[in-house]
T-cell receptor, first 117, second 117 residues
């Protein structure tokens, strides 16, 4: 078990460019979450997958954001036409079908830090 | 709507002392889970401890314990015998059970803990 991995760890881009991040969850976990964390704040939920189905999206996920999880394995988060306000840490987390009691513990990856110039 | 409040932006403690990080929460649901995560400067969110709303006893995990006061809606984290490696950002979070809408974690703004020798 190598934990949740994310790639790249850092990304610097110019405003208006498209960027794509990848998340590889823990292999037996069927649930995958994306969060965004800006400086000095706690993570905020973006979207959630159960297997390949995207079941929940936050209002933070504007039309410029799209996430996929083909075949229920890795997931990608794409941001089109990046803006300076998109600069943040993007965290991915996964959880198994059943964890402690009826609440699933979420295991986080190291995050991708995006800087939009 | 659910909300987590952490009122201490920063806390300072000396090695081997105990420290309490405050967390209050707001929800109208009777079933919920409360979590504490540690985020070192490297950025990864590390799960520390969990408390279910129906758990009668306070959760403990090694040097971490959760002081759960349901009537006051507080879930304070107590770290005993602080170590230099405990210096990090600490987040309190909440989520509802899997059988309800909203599987994401809701985080507070965090408390920065600094441990000195």
């Amino acid at each position: 078990d190598t934990g949740v991995s994310q790639d790249p760890r850092h990304k610097i881009t110019k405003r208006g460019q498209n960027v794509t991040f990848r998340c590889d969850p823990i292999s037996e976990h069927n649930r995958l979450y994306w969060y965004r964390q800006t400086l000095g704040q706690g993570p905020e939920f973006l979207t959630y997958f159960q297997n390949e189905a995207q079941l929940e999206k936050s209002r933070l996920l504007s039309d410029r954001f799209s996430a996929e999880r083909p075949k229920g394995s890795f997931s990608t988060l794409e941001i089109q036409r990046t803006e300076q306000g998109d600069s943040a840490m993007y965290l991915c987390a996964s959880s198994p079908r059943q964890g402690k009691g009826i609440y699933n513990e979420q295991f986080f990856g190291p995050g991708t830090r995006l800087t939009v110039l | 709507a659910q909300k987590i409040t952490q009122t201490q932006p920063g806390m300072f403690v000396q090695e081997k002392e105990a420290v309490t990080l405050d967390c209050t929460y707001d929800t109208s649901d009777q079933s919920y889970g409360l979590f504490w995560y540690k985020q070192p400067s490297s950025g990864e969110m590390i799960f520390l401890i969990y408390q279910g709303s129906y758990d009668e006893q306070n959760a403990t995990e090694g040097r971490y314990s959760l002081n759960f006061q349901k009537a006051r809606k507080s879930a304070n984290l107590v770290i005993s015998a602080s170590q230099l490696g405990d210096s990090a950002m600490y987040f309190c979070a909440m989520r509802l059970p899997d059988n309800q809408a909203g599987t994401a974690l809701i985080f507070g703004k965090g408390t920065t803990l600094s441990v000195s020798s």
